[in-house]
Structures are given as structure tokens and as C-alpha cells.
């Protein structure tokens, strides 16, 4: 035991080996890429709606695009499953060559792939494809590239060499604002979005730009060697012949894999998603940010956070991935509500008065108001009360929905003052079409949606909110914005502005609780599981976890403020998952620094 001891100490002080720092760089320059081509799709949704879209109405095809990008999150498992299967029977190394070149061929053809004026409804079928197959991919490349940096760490530092991984996603995410940030101010708007004046758009070339980078990936992913652990169970015989199986069909192992998830995975999913992307869409949607502005933010928030991956997963080393990870799941849960409001007060001092200063009632009969929580905005509302509270949501007025009498029309007051509510026609939206058994598009509840939309836009001005915090309709973007709301008109002078630095330090705060939680949780996953399921058993959990909590927390936290008309409501979401993960965790996840992931067998029967 002491001389075991001793040898992890001296490992764990030796420096890095060329060997090691080869591997740790072609690991993380592949994560990286593909993280890049994963989310360049979400920051560019709104422009692919428009060209991929376009057969529909602006308010579906946004539904559409962003339906698209879940499709990559939903599939995600499915790659972790498929890839696993893979990488414990063949190896780590052919694995994640496969999956690279998979994300990279799809990328690039989104570059290249006509528009839906161009060639029809082949364009958005063959972009959803697209986007499967990068969520598939996804799902076997995290997990491969974790597995392969943890099994080539010596005892002591997995954490550490793990942590490089976790920077991947985050620098994947800032490279693909960096690039479009930089081609929008090269090209023009104009020029991004429809190629005019160039002879491609803009919006197509980080697409492209990825075969250079897939290249250099799989040049260097080529001079790999197979991980030591991987080898000695082959040259030893002792592969499963069925990891699928004997990682979730006994449940010595499958147990192992829901406390992975619901103890660890799931709360660090809401945390990352919740510092990085729900802040980014809570600026842009609620705050309404300028989509400049709000990216630059967010970019310097990730510049100055991103070093926290690596402190993390080193300290992890030291005092153990439970305290850091579950730690931080607490801190981020006991913190969120009051970051998002001072956040608020900072970005838009005008709005965060108007919420405290401005008292907004729905009024109306309970039997005529029903559920407005629609996460895929799919759903058209007919009734008045409906159409009211969508509206105010969309505007990002905090209302209170009030009893009123049995058989009254509802009613919107501003401070006890009436504002009349546009009905429409909503029995044109229940007829079904002539030889038809689903009703037609409910094309007068939209104009009712729009009319009220612009008439409590004009009521919340007047009332003391800001202009730019209301005048998103859906069929128009936002005009610009009140001047008391967040404004910067280059990168750099980002921090010359002090309103500007006050919102990077709390986004930045927010940052550093994703590289708690994350940046030891590769090493945390790897040292669950015995070498010959690894690659299958930790892949699942994290892809669940990223992939469907976190993936689908911007749509149902909007959703649920939607559905409330507190701004902040979507809050508890994360924090719910967060304290959820906290208690499993502590009660049952065991701490695994010091486990020997050669010699570890699994759980006992």
C-alpha cells in the first residue's frame, strides 16, 4: 500500500511527457472541432430558418430551425450507444477517427447544401439528416476522447490531464462566435446573411472553414497509439463480447450508470447550460440585448472563465471530484436567482424598475384561461386570456393572472388602467379543411397574437418600460433598443464601457460555476467504470444528461416563463436539477480520485 502510494505521489509530481501532451492535443483539437461545428448551427438558427425554412410563416420557421438543432441533442444517445459499442470492441483510437470524420462531412455539406428556394423540401430533410448525424457523432466523440486522455494519465493527475478535454466545448462554442462575430464585420449584414455584394454569403463560410480544421484533426489523431488500457485488456483477452449488455442489462452496472446521471451528470448539464446558453438566450430574448452585444458578453465571459477548467479538474486531483462538482451544483442553485436579477439591473436598469415599479394584471374568468406552456412553440391560442398572457410574455412584461368573475371578458390593466385585448376570430381556427381531419393554420389567432402584441407593446412604454425590451413581434425582429439598455459597438470597447464590464464579471461568474462542475467530471465518468464497458457505460450518462437536460433547458425555461409572467420563473428549472443532483449525489456517488482504472473491475455482484 505505501509503496503504491508512493508511486502515484511521484507520478502525480513528474511533468508532463511529450507522449502525454500529443495525446491531451489531439484529443482536445478534435473536441474542439466538433464542438465548433455543433454550435455554429445554433448561433446561426435564425438565418438557417430563413433559408432552409422558408416555405412557412416567420413564427414555424423559427419552430422548425430550432426543432432541427434538438434533433442533434436528441440523437446524441444514440451515438453515445452505437460509439461506445464500438470503441470498447475495436478500440479508442478507430472510434473517434470515425466520429470526426462523420461531424466534419456533414458540416462542410451544410456549407454547401442549396437553399429551400433552390431545390424544395429535399433542403431542410437533408439538413435535419445533417444534423443527425452530428449529434450521433457527438455522442461518440466526447466520451472517446475522455476515455483515451484518462487511460494515457498517470495515477494522481487524471483529473488534471482530463480537464483540458472540458475546455473543448466552451472554446468550441467561443471559436464559432469569434468566426461569425469576425465575418459580420468584414462582410456586412448584408453580406453575411444573403451574399450580396460577395460571391457567397457569409453565414456559409464557418462551415466550410471546418474541412481545414478537420484536416489538421485527423492528421493528428493518425500518429496516436491505441490507450495503454485498451491495449493490455486486448493483449489479455478480457474484452466484453457484449458491453451493451453487461453495462445496462446487469444491474451491478446499470445502477451505476442512473446515479452517474441523476448524481453527477445531471445537475453539471443545467449549470453549464444555464451559465453559457440561457444567459446568452435570456439577454438576447428577454433582456432583448442586441445579438452583437449579447455574443460579445458572453465571448469575454468565456475568455476570462475558460482557465477555470483547468484549476478545477487539478484541485480535483487533490480533495476529490464530489466536493467540487456537487459544490458547485449547490453554489450555482443558491446563486442563480439573485445573478440573473442583478444581471438584469445592470443590462437593463429601466426594465428591472419596470418589473418592480409596474403592476400588470390579467384579468379574466379561470374557465377561459388555460396553460400557455408551449417549450417547442408549436401551440396557437385561440382564447383572449391566452393571447394576452403570450403577448406580455413575448414582450417580457411580468404580469399576475387575476380571478375575475364567471362569464366576463378578460381584461389587461397597466397600473389599473385598461388596455383592450384583440380577439380575432378563434372559431376559424377549428374548422378543418375541406376533405381534410386537422384544422387549418390558425391564421386569425396569429393576428389577434400580433395585434396584442403591438398594442401592450405601446401600454408597457407608456407605463415605464423600455423600448427595447418589448418590441419583438413574431413577424418582425426587435427595433433597436432603449438607450439605457446594454450597448457595445465593437469587441475591445466592450471593456471601456462599464456598464458592459459590470454584466462580463457576473456572466464570467457564472462561467467559473460550469468549470466547477465540469472540468472534473471526464475524470469522475472514467473512474465509474471498468476498462472493458467504459467506453459504453460513461457515454450514455453524459449524453442524457448534456444532451436532454441540458440541451432542452432554453425552450422549457422560456416556456415556463411564458406560462407564469415572472421573468425569472425559468430559473427553477436548473436550480430543481441542481439541488436534485446535490442530494443524490452526496447520499449515492462514491469519491473516486484514488481508484486504479486498470485493475477496477466494477461494482460487486
Request: charged share 15%; proline share 6%; aromatic share 12%.
Amino acid at each position: 500500500m505505501a509503496v503504491a502510494a508512493a508511486t502515484t505521489t511521484q507520478a502525480a509530481q513528474r511533468p508532463m511527457t511529450k507522449e502525454e501532451r500529443k495525446v491531451i492535443l489531439a484529443s482536445s483539437l478534435g473536441t474542439v472541432f466538433e464542438w465548433y461545428d455543433f454550435y455554429l448551427y445554433g448561433s446561426l438558427a435564425a438565418i438557417i430558418a430563413n433559408q432552409f425554412f422558408s416555405a412557412f410563416d416567420v413564427t414555424t420557421r423559427n419552430v422548425f430551425a430550432l426543432l432541427a438543432f434538438a434533433a442533434g441533442f436528441l440523437v446524441r444517445p444514440f451515438g453515445a450507444l452505437v460509439f461506445g459499442r464500438i470503441g470498447d470492441l475495436v478500440g479508442r483510437k478507430y472510434t473517434f477517427l470515425i466520429t470526426i470524420l462523420i461531424m466534419g462531412v456533414s458540416t462542410f455539406m451544410v456549407g454547401l447544401l442549396p437553399s429551400y428556394a433552390q431545390i424544395g423540401w429535399i433542403a431542410p430533410v437533408v439538413l435535419i439528416i445533417l444534423r443527425m448525424l452530428q449529434g450521433l457523432a457527438l455522442g461518440g466523440e466526447y466520451g472517446g476522447a475522455a476515455v483515451y486522455v484518462a487511460e494515457h494519465a498517470p495515477p494522481g493527475r487524471r483529473g488534471f490531464y482530463t480537464s483540458w478535454i472540458q475546455t473543448t466545448a466552451t472554446v468550441g462554442l467561443l471559436l464559432s462566435l469569434m468566426v461569425i462575430l469576425a465575418l459580420r464585420v468584414f462582410m456586412g449584414e448584408a453580406g453575411f446573411t444573403t451574399g450580396e455584394g460577395w460571391p457567397i454569403a457569409g453565414w456559409r463560410i464557418p462551415f466550410l472553414l471546418s474541412v481545414v480544421l478537420l484536416g489538421i484533426s485527423v492528421w493528428i489523431r493518425l500518429q496516436l497509439n491505441e490507450s495503454p488500457a485498451f491495449q493490455k485488456m486486448k493483449d489479455e483477452g478480457t474484452r466484453s463480447k457484449a458491453p451493451l449488455t453487461e453495462a445496462f442489462g446487469q444491474w451491478r452496472n446499470a445502477k451505476v450508470v442512473i446515479f452517474a446521471l441523476l448524481g453527477l451528470v445531471a445537475g453539471q448539464a443545467v449549470v453549464w447550460y444555464t451559465g453559457q446558453f440561457y444567459a446568452l438566450f435570456f439577454m438576447q430574448s428577454i433582456l432583448k440585448v442586441d445579438l452583437f452585444t449579447a455574443n460579445v458578453l458572453v465571448a469575454w465571459s468565456l475568455i476570462l472563465g475558460t482557465g477555470g477548467f483547468i484549476l478545477f479538474g487539478w484541485w480535483s486531483d487533490i480533495i476529490g471530484r464530489k466536493p467540487i462538482i456537487l459544490g458547485g451544483c449547490l453554489i450555482a442553485a443558491i446563486t442563480f436567482f439573485p445573478l440573473f436579477q442583478a444581471l438584469t439591473n445592470v443590462v437593463s436598469p429601466k426594465l428591472s424598475a419596470a418589473l418592480d415599479n409596474v403592476k400588470v394584471q390579467v384579468v379574466a374568468d379561470p374557465a377561459v384561461c388555460g396553460s400557455v406552456f408551449d417549450p417547442v412553440g408549436i401551440r396557437t391560442f385561440t382564447e383572449p386570456c391566452d393571447i394576452a398572457r403570450v403577448a406580455l410574455a413575448r414582450a417580457a412584461v411580468k404580469y399576475e393572472l387575476v380571478p375575475g368573475p364567471a362569464g366576463t371578458p378578460p381584461r389587461v390593466t397597466f397600473n389599473g388602467k385598461d388596455v383592450p385585448i384583440s380577439t380575432g376570430t378563434p372559431a376559424a381556427a377549428a374548422v378543418p379543411a375541406a376533405g381534410t381531419t386537422a384544422a387549418t393554420p390558425a391564421r386569425p389567432a396569429v393576428s389577434a397574437l400580433n395585434a396584442n402584441i403591438a398594442g401592450l407593446n405601446r401600454a408597457a412604454i407608456d407605463a415605464g418600460y423600455p423600448q427595447g425590451a418589448v418590441l419583438a413581434t413574431a413577424t418582425a425582429p426587435a427595433r433597436p433598443g432603449d438607450p439605457s439598455i446594454v450597448k457595445v459597438d465593437g469587441f475591445f470597447s466592450a471593456l471601456f464601457n462599464w456598464q458592459a464590464l459590470k454584466a462580463i464579471l457576473i456572466l464570467t461568474i457564472m462561467v467559473l460555476y460550469v468549470t466547477a462542475v465540469y472540468g472534473p467530471i471526464a475524470a469522475a465518468l472514467v473512474e465509474f467504470f471498468p476498462t472493458r464497458i467504459r467506453y459504453t457505460a460513461m457515454s450514455l450518462p453524459y449524453h442524457i444528461g448534456n444532451g436532454w437536460f441540458g440541451g432542452f433547458l432554453p425552450p422549457t425555461a422560456f416556456a415556463m416563463v411564458a406560462a407564469t409572467g415572472d421573468i425569472f420563473y425559468g430559473l427553477w428549472y436548473p436550480v430543481v436539477i441542481a439541488l436534485m443532483t446535490f442530494v443524490i449525489g452526496l447520499l449515492f456517488v462514491p469519491e473516486t480520485k484514488d481508484r486504479d482504472i486498470f485493475t477496477y473491475e466494477g461494482e460487486r455482484r
